[in-house]
């Protein structure tokens, strides 16, 4: 059973370009959660979804920032005219049941950096 | 409003020492707690995993304890070695919520 998997691994944008972050759950699993981890910060939750769903996205910036996860394919996470700002390692995770009491599995990250 | 915190930030042992690493939450109302294991430059490997209804969790030299009336979580590595040299991360959802809340971490340091 191959766990969360994202890609790429590594992404470069200037600034005011788009970037796409793809993350594929793991088997079974239909709750994908996405959080960013800022240089030399911890980890913060950013929005939560299912299957054409989003539960929560509470932590997600109000602008620029936007994701799915589409009935069919990975989730994405979409961040529009990218500033220096936005550079951080976005990790998904996703778990079998959304109600809190199962386990998150994460995937290896998206380093994405804005020159 | 859950709140994570773990003390110490930074720890460094000489190899073979027994070590406890603290996670304190601010909401009792926890479903579980989850400690992962952060090496520089990679993703999250989950270590344990405490539902609230369990006070500890082994996993070889690991064992991690929840206490959920003091609102704290300690995670025991046995005899370490240089390969644990990582950053440990606490972390739990909130009552009827799915987010986790990360604590800051505790960078540890084993050196032969």
């Known amino acids: 059973n191959a766990g969360v998997m994202q890609n790429p691994r590594h992404l470069v944008r200037r600034r005011g370009q788009e970037a796409r972050l793809r993350c594929s759950p793991m088997k079974g699993h239909s709750h994908v959660y996405w959080y960013r981890q800022l240089p030399e910060e911890g980890l913060k939750f950013m929005v939560y979804?299912?299957?054409?769903?989003?539960?929560?996205e509470s932590g997600m910036p109000k602008e620029r920032f936007s994701a799915e996860f589409p009935k069919e394919g990975p989730s994405i996470l979409r961040i529009q005219q990218v500033v220096r700002g936005d550079s951080a390692a976005y990790f998904c995770a996703s778990s079998f049941y959304g109600t809190g009491s199962y386990e998150q599995y994460f995937g290896p990250g998206t380093r994405l950096t804005v020159t | 409003k859950q709140e994570v915190t773990q003390i110490p930030a930074a720890l460094s042992v000489p190899e073979g020492e027994n070590l406890v690493l603290n996670c304190s939450f601010t909401d009792s109302a926890i479903y579980n707690l989850q400690w992962f294991r952060q090496d520089p430059g990679k993703g999250l490997t989950s270590l344990l995993l405490?539902?609230?209804?369990?006070r500890e969790q082994t996993s070889g030299r690991l064992n991690a304890s929840l206490d959920k009336s003091s609102g704290r979580s300690t995670l025991y590595i046995a005899a370490s070695q240089p390969g644990d040299s990582a950053t440990y991360l606490c972390?739990?959802?909130?009552?009827?919520?799915?987010?986790?809340?990360f604590g800051t971490g505790t960078r540890l340091q084993v050196f032969p």
């Open positions: 972390a739990g959802p909130s009552y009827n919520t799915d987010k986790l809340i």
């Open positions: 979804l299912q299957k054409e769903n989003i539960i929560d």
């Open positions: 405490i539902q609230s209804s369990q």
